[in-house]
């Protein structure tokens, strides 16, 4: 009966700022039999995400939130290890929305069959969870134009980094904003991108005026709070501003004020628009063949920081909110 | 000489708030001879907006700020009284962006023909100013569609009551905000929108809840503030946020906050656009065509706020911060 156990994190308490262990709690329990169209799936890389913090949130978000009692909600990918499901056979390999465990139950529904490849990892990440987001985000939202002036925040994680190499390979100016001079440089000096502001060190207005002397175009936005408020100062009559994520102020019980600069909207003529990659599931097909296009021609890849253990994923998600990590930061259990 | 003097309101000193006597002094001064391509305006209506004190502010905006010891700029309508261009003899009516003055001197960069009305002023509010800028913004930029949930704050102002006759006559569910018990009467009984909220007396965000059971299709902001904070609680999936004015910060120096629901423009996917009417003049051929059609029909009428004398201006034009005027507030100066 040992594969019929499973370890996953539970959602046991809400948190008032950081994820902590007395958030979400690891326990070993039973799975049940499967159905017809299900498959057990073990579990070879959990996705952590900006996005896990809001669905512990009490807002009232764009999908479900977790429930207290529930386990922890992720993305994973990992190996068919029993299958009353034909598309999924014992050996493939799958990728979906499951949860932060080292088995989980899967149907086709929540998930897709994921090619085997040399190094998974990198693969789940381009192609499962930032490739999507950064691509429809940057082109589809965006409507990313050539040789524009794109300011991408957040640009040294795992979506940032790949909207800075979409738009490089479109011939733009791109300006990222990161949370130390590391990060700055790896941006400038290995990613081929304009500039980099240290949002730490520097004054991001006035460093993003220098790096921006014609306005900004595009502004891809992860991080929102002061970050944004910086961008819309420079922004361009008529700019783009893509929401695709607001980590500054995930981790607040209090409300947090919008960005103070929220005028411009009027004064630039602005165009804002929030997205969730989940909405775009139509779009996969096409997403995923021109992710697979640009990675043979060299024009797109992602550092990985990964964590062992499904035990230390509550430390590894914290990176994100901290700013610990470069690049994707998966769990690696398998 | 008498002809080539006239009466403007000068900008004299940066408003802290309202704009007062002190902000603008109104002095007699003389007018130059007119150039080839010129005309003389004997000023029958000045039109007061909310934009006016934008003007004012020392931030950076969608045009040229009214400097200081310049005269404040407006737009008005009147008859031509002397002219150096065939396209506007005496006689004639022309519009147009000038200043707060009696006389002005106009050419065809900045002027239009207006066409004889037997109600001039109110030819003037719905054909010039409020009318285009409701057209504009719920059609072009909002995207309206027959049947929506369309929410409206401001409105019982001029661009406001015209939003929700607009809305309206395409079958939409519209909901208005207002600052009285009269003017939500006014809306509800003269103008038959749904449901209006006095947001001096309800909770605004309890009672959107109440007015729009299925969420908020499109919100039409005029103001801002906690207003479209409790608008965007409301929010449908994917809705549309039209950003037309955010008057209730215009008089503050303080920087003011944006929404604290910003969030929701991802939670919710929104789409928020800021538009300035004067992006769209392109379009005034079919906007001046279809808002003579709706008058035609009796599907658009717009109160008048009529103030008499230049010299009673400022206050007049405070009336739209302090919610003191219902429709459109012109100053009638002959």
Redesign the interface.
């Known amino acids: 009966m040992t594969e019929h156990t499973a370890t996953s994190w539970f959602f046991n308490e809400r948190p008032k700022d950081l994820i902590s262990e007395t958030t979400l709690t690891l326990r070993e329990h039973t799975l049940p039999d499967l159905l017809e169209g299900e498959f057990r799936v073990k579990t070879h890389y959990l996705s952590l995400d900006a996005t896990n913090r809001v669905w512990l949130s009490d807002?009232?978000?764009?999908m479900d939130p977790v429930r207290l009692g529930d386990p922890m909600r992720g993305f994973v990918v990992g190996e068919v290890t029993e299958s009353r499901n034909a598309d999924f056979p014992v050996g493939s390999f799958a990728s979906g929305m499951a949860s932060w465990a080292d088995y989980v139950i899967g149907d086709a529904e929540r998930f897709t069959p994921f090619p085997i490849d040399k190094d998974l990892g990198h693969a789940f990440a381009v192609m499962s969870i930032a490739g999507p987001t950064a691509h429809v985000g940057l082109h589809h939202v965006g409507e990313l134009q050539d040789n524009e002036t794109v300011v991408v925040s957040g640009a040294a994680g795992a979506v940032g980094l790949m909207v800075c190499q979409m738009a490089k390979r479109r011939g733009c100016r791109v300006v990222g904003i990161a949370g130390s001079a590391e990060k700055c440089q790896m941006l400038t000096e290995e990613f081929g991108i304009d500039a980099a502001i240290n949002y730490k060190t520097e004054d991001v207005r006035d460093a993003l005026g220098s790096a921006c002397p014609d306005g900004i175009d595009l502004c891809f936005e992860n991080v929102?709070g002061d970050i944004l408020d910086a961008s819309l100062?420079h922004m361009r009559?008529y700019g783009r501003v893509v929401?695709?994520?607001?980590i500054s102020?995930y981790n607040t019980k209090s409300?947090?004020?919008?960005?103070?600069?929220?005028?411009?909207?009027?004064?630039?003529?602005?165009?804002?628009?929030?997205?969730?990659i989940l909405?775009y599931m139509d779009l996969m097909p096409q997403v995923v063949a021109d992710l697979g296009a640009w990675m043979q021609a060299g024009e797109l890849r992602l550092p990985l920081h990964v964590v062992d253990g499904l035990e230390n994923a509550v430390d590894a998600v914290n990176l994100l909110y901290t700013g610990g990590n470069t690049g994707k930061v998966l769990v690696r259990m398998h």
């Open positions: 807002w009232d978000i764009y929102g100062v009559d929401i695709c994520g607001l102020t409300p947090t004020p919008g960005p103070y600069m929220f005028r411009n909207i009027i004064m630039r003529r602005l165009t804002m628009r929030g997205f969730v909405d």
